[in-house]
């Protein structure tokens, strides 16, 4: 059988270096470029000859991919551990809980016919929820951008794999876009935007995560949503997250939406423990960066 790569490469005439073969291997692996139209297929490949983010950001993820694995399996935890048990105690129990709210729409909306019952099952089934990731982009963050965006790369494969959605937030002190690609299916013009997408200045983090809230709100996401946040630690309105105001409604995304935070600061010497408490794990992106 064909190597799906040489049949892309020969179907638009390219000449490619086996560097930039796997390059281009990884990101059809990740992206399911197999899914776009032939023109949009084309499209890929003219814009990863043009975009040298592109290359750079494929490249990193190659390199990482031992770290990306241990993003996504074996991040530590930052809470104590009687935290954490309390933390898994309350989540089992919102989880018994949606999970009894679930049994009672279906007997709601089972229907009888003389001795046939019609029960809709497939509503009965707990889809996962988004992953929303929410990407530093400010001054700061400049020199790590390239690498934070392909620590994001692998992650469009594991919201294809789950049926979930993937959400990106670029922030600073304010959110100008975010981007949805639906059930992690490759969106190009959002795709293209997201690469090239640059801010400067410095970071708030409680206005995006007031943004992911509303987004929940919204759309009604009533199961598990991941929330993973690319940040340099050091926030300007740190001192806000351990307010009263934001200590409520953390808890209640945790709560309502069975939320997880997860963290990925450039530098551990910059992260604040107390300001991100709301995080139940944390990676430090050190050792990538050096």
Same mark, same amino acid.
């Given at each position: 059988m064909k190597d799906p790569i040489e049949s892309l490469i020969e179907k638009f005439d390219q000449d490619l270096s086996l560097e930039q073969?796997?390059?281009?291997? /990884?990101?059809?692996? @990740?992206?399911?470029?197999?899914?776009?139209?032939?023109?949009? =297929?084309?499209? +890929? &490949?003219?814009? +990863?000859?043009?975009?040298?983010?592109?290359? @750079?950001? *494929?490249?990193? *993820?190659?390199?990482?991919? %031992?770290?990306? !694995?241990?993003?996504r399996e074996n991040i530590p935890a930052i809470e104590k551990a009687e935290r954490m048990a309390n933390g898994k105690e309350q989540r089992l129990y919102y989880e018994r809980k949606w999970s009894e709210l679930r049994r009672q729409k279906l007997? =709601?909306?089972?229907?009888?016919?003389?001795?046939? $019952?019609?029960?809709? $099952?497939?509503?009965?089934?707990? %889809?996962?929820?988004?992953?929303?990731?929410?990407l530093e982009q400010t001054t700061g963050m400049e020199a790590y951008s390239e690498l934070c965006k392909s620590m994001i790369l692998?992650?469009?494969?594991? *919201? !294809?794999?789950?049926?979930? %959605?993937?959400?990106?937030?670029?922030? #600073?002190?304010? &959110?100008?876009?975010?981007?949805? $690609?639906? @059930? #992690? !299916?490759?969106?190009?013009?959002? /795709?293209?935007? +997201?690469?090239?997408?640059? *801010?400067? #200045?410095?970071?708030?983090?409680?206005?995006?995560? =007031? /943004?992911?809230?509303?987004?929940? !709100?919204? @759309?009604?996401?009533?199961?598990?949503?991941?929330? &993973?946040? +690319?940040?340099?630690?050091?926030? &300007?309105? #740190?001192?806000h997250l351990v307010s009263k105001q934001a200590k409520a409604m953390l808890e209640e995304m945790k709560r309502k939406y069975l939320a997880e935070f997860s963290v990925i600061a450039m530098h551990e010497d910059n992260f604040n423990k107390q300001q991100f408490w709301f995080a139940n794990k944390a990676f430090f992106a050190d050792d990538a960066i050096q």
């Open positions: 073969r796997n390059y281009l291997r /990884f990101l059809y692996e @990740n992206l399911h470029l197999e899914e776009l139209s032939k023109r949009e =297929q084309h499209y +890929f &490949i003219d814009y +990863f000859f043009k975009s040298e983010p592109l290359r @750079n950001m *494929a490249a990193f *993820a190659l390199e990482l991919a %031992d770290i990306l !694995h241990e993003i007997k =709601q909306q089972t229907t009888k016919n003389g001795n046939i $019952f019609y029960v809709p $099952f497939h509503d009965y089934k707990q %889809d996962p929820g988004p992953m929303i990731i929410c692998p992650l469009f494969m594991d *919201a !294809h794999r789950e049926n979930r %959605d993937l959400y990106i937030i670029p922030y #600073g002190q304010q &959110i100008d876009v975010h981007y949805r $690609f639906e @059930n #992690g !299916h490759l969106n190009l013009t959002d /795709f293209k935007s +997201f690469i090239e997408y640059k *801010a400067k #200045g410095e970071a708030e983090l409680l206005p995006v995560l =007031q /943004f992911v809230r509303s987004l929940l !709100h919204e @759309n009604q996401l009533g199961s598990e949503a991941e929330v &993973i946040i +690319f940040t340099e630690g050091t926030p &300007i309105d #740190g001192q």
